[in-house]
T-cell receptor
């Protein structure tokens, strides 16, 4: 049981390039989330999903897209990378019992945009 | 929208010293409260959580936190820290809305424990 896994661990992009950050969970959890963590800041929610085919925006969705075709996978897409997207990205999953729920995090992807 | 404040940005303690990290939140309704820890180079791990019931909750590695509703606070405590507690600690809150538990995090407190 690996929990939440993320690939890649590190990536350097040039301005304007695109990439997909992968997130997979093997806990059969319904809810999944993407956060970004900037230096000296807490995590901010980018997008979340309450089940396959259902996604919604979080606090900082601009510049990102997501899809959820299966319970296990929740990829995050950056279409036109910008320096402001330099950050550490964390994926999380939770069972989904409304407000009484605990999120479990992946190891993160450190992205640098130059 | 809810917000979370962690007043201590960087705390340096000697081993065996007692620890208290402050966390205050703003939200008018029922909330769930969490403390997460991030050890150097690792991902976030759940330290403890409060959903309801006894306001004094115990977590892993000897940590505990007390929810004081009247003060909107959820401070983290440990009687005697160890060098291995060196990490960043995040307080987080989610409103009890019946839907996805969207967490709002504080900016974190970096704890450095010296030998």
């Amino acid at each position: 049981n690996a929990g939440v896994t993320q690939t890649p661990k590190f990536r350097i992009l040039k301005i304007g390039q695109s990439m997909t950050l992968q997130c997979t969970q093997d806990m059969n959890h319904n809810y999944m989330y993407w956060y970004r963590q900037d230096p000296g800041m807490g995590l901010k929610l980018i997008y979340y999903s309450v089940g396959a085919g259902i996604t919604d925006k979080g606090e900082v969705p601009n510049g990102y897209n997501v899809s959820r075709s299966t319970t296990e996978d929740f990829p995050l897409r950056l279409e036109l990378a910008a320096p402001s997207q330099t950050s550490v990205y964390f994926c999380a999953a939770s069972v989904g019992r409304g407000g009484v729920d605990t999120q479990y995090f992946g190891p993160g992807t450190r992205l640098t945009v130059l | 929208a809810q917000s979370v404040s962690q007043h201590n940005h960087h705390v340096i303690l000697s081993e065996a010293a007692s620890l208290e990290l402050g966390c205050n939140y703003s939200y008018g309704g029922t909330v769930n409260l969490f403390w997460y820890v991030q050890y150097p180079g690792q991902h976030l791990q759940l330290l403890l959580k409060y959903f309801s019931g006894d306001p004094l909750v115990k977590g892993i590695k000897g940590f505990e936190a007390e929810f004081i509703k009247s003060k909107f606070s959820f401070n983290l405590r440990k009687p005697s820290v160890q060098w291995s507690d060196t990490a960043e600690y995040f307080c987080a809150v989610s409103p009890y809305t019946g839907t996805a538990s969207k967490l709002t995090f504080g900016t974190g407190t970096r704890l450095q424990v010296t030998l």
